[in-house]
């Protein structure tokens, strides 16, 4: 099994930045895939980005070009640096890993981008 923690939610202006993190509670050297979903209000859940193990990433169209996924091996942590942020980027964002076939989920963090 694996704990998710996500941080680094916030308001932030339209245009700004922000950086969100994912702390695992195992090394994440064995999880397969982690990522990040988020799910705006009255919206489905949605994929923002995943990444491999071996680095491989798949974003979202609608985030290309803004959002940058990074793995921190020796911290068990992932990160999502946003920028160039738009109202439709509000959600809850969550963090999910795949481990030996199952998935996992953080409790998620809000993105509100509002002026």
């Known amino acids: 099994q694996v704990q998710l923690v996500e941080s680094g939610g916030g308001l932030v202006q339209p245009g700004g930045s922000l950086r969100l993190s994912c702390a695992a509670s195992?090394?994440?050297?064995?999880?397969?895939?982690m990522g990040w979903y988020r799910q705006a209000p009255g919206k489905e859940r949605e994929l923002v980005v995943t990444?491999?193990?071996?680095?491989?990433?798949n974003y979202a169209d609608s985030v290309k070009g803004r959002f940058t996924i990074s793995r921190e091996d020796a911290k068990n942590t992932i990160c999502l640096q946003m920028n160039s942020l738009k109202p439709e980027d509000t959600a809850v964002y969550y963090c999910?890993?795949?481990?030996?076939?199952?998935?996992?989920w953080g409790k998620g963090t809000l993105v509100t981008v509002s002026s």
């Open positions: 195992r090394s994440i050297f064995s999880i397969s895939a």
């Open positions: 999910h890993a795949v481990l030996y076939g199952v998935a996992y």
């Open positions: 990444i491999t193990g071996g680095g491989n990433t």
